[in-house]
């Protein structure tokens, strides 16, 4: 089924795959705030359907790079790019930054795996057993390939993802960064079990050890997923 949504005055036209991740919430949150200068080279890491790529396209991009590891995911990103009618869209089949071998990248836009678990068990999803395995090698290669001093880089970091071990990531590998939006996430146990059973407790673990962060309203818990606007601190 293709599905049709507006950004920031851009109309995108996405049809999903069942082997491929399912913009949600977060994908149609960063469509709406990334800001994409025109002519921009930007690159789309861990691209699914193409939705942030495509949508950087359609609102001024020169050119995109979509990186996946998964055959389907770049088979559906190119499908979605001929329905939007965008011919500047590139794939590359890959894992982080490692397709890129410019070094004059404007833009990096990305939604990685970060659940916490074992990220051999799903990659769409999982990112490790504190979920920064991929968030922590974007952050080293996008300090590669960002162009000096007008490259900028949007994440989306859930707070179940070890947030002080990946902002540590950004100070070291010399970035600044300021959030442009926080969505509040329920985190359900039925929900996250029926992802992998046992997850629930699993990551209730890692908050006993002060390693993400939780809050707890009237019994329930939430976390925060940021969107950070990254750029060269020096
Ligand atoms: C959470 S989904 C986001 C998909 C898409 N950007 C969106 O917002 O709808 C994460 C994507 O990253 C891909 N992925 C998994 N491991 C990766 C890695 N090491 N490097 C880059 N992408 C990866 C998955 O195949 C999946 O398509």
Redesign the pocket.
């Known amino acids: 089924m293709i599905s049709h949504s507006i950004h920031q005055g851009v109309k995108i036209l996405i049809e999903t795959h069942d082997k491929?991740?399912k913009?949600g919430l977060?994908?149609e949150t960063i469509c709406n705030k990334m800001v994409v200068n025109n002519g921009d080279i930007a690159v789309?890491?861990?691209?699914?359907?193409g939705?942030?790529g495509i949508t950087a396209s359609l609102l001024g991009a020169g050119k995109v790079i979509a990186?996946?590891?998964?055959k389907e995911?770049l088979d559906c990103t190119l499908r979605n790019a001929s329905l939007n009618n965008i011919s500047n869209l590139f794939v590359c089949q890959g894992?982080?930054l490692e397709p890129v071998k410019e070094k004059t990248v404007d833009l990096i836009i990305t939604?990685?795996?970060q659940m916490p678990f074992s990220f051999d068990f799903n990659?769409?999803?999982y990112g490790g057993c504190d979920g920064t395995d991929?968030i922590i090698k974007i952050i080293r290669e996008a300090s590669a390939v960002l162009k000096k001093k007008t490259g900028r880089f949007y994440l989306v970091h859930s707070a179940l993802a070890n947030p002080e071990k990946v902002r540590e990531a950004l100070n070291e590998n010399g970035f600044s960064w300021q959030t442009v939006e926080t969505v509040e996430k329920a985190l359900i146990v039925s929900d996250i079990n029926f992802l992998t059973e046992g997850l629930f407790d699993y990551i209730i673990g890692l908050y006993d050890k002060g390693l993400i962060e939780l809050r707890k309203k009237h019994g329930r818990y939430f976390y925060p997923v940021w969107f950070y606007l990254i750029k060269r601190s020096k």
Request: proline letters at 19%.
């Open positions: 491929v991740y913009p977060l994908t789309d890491v861990g691209c699914g359907t939705y942030i990186i996946d590891p998964c995911a894992v982080e939604l990685p795996p990659p769409e999803r991929v």
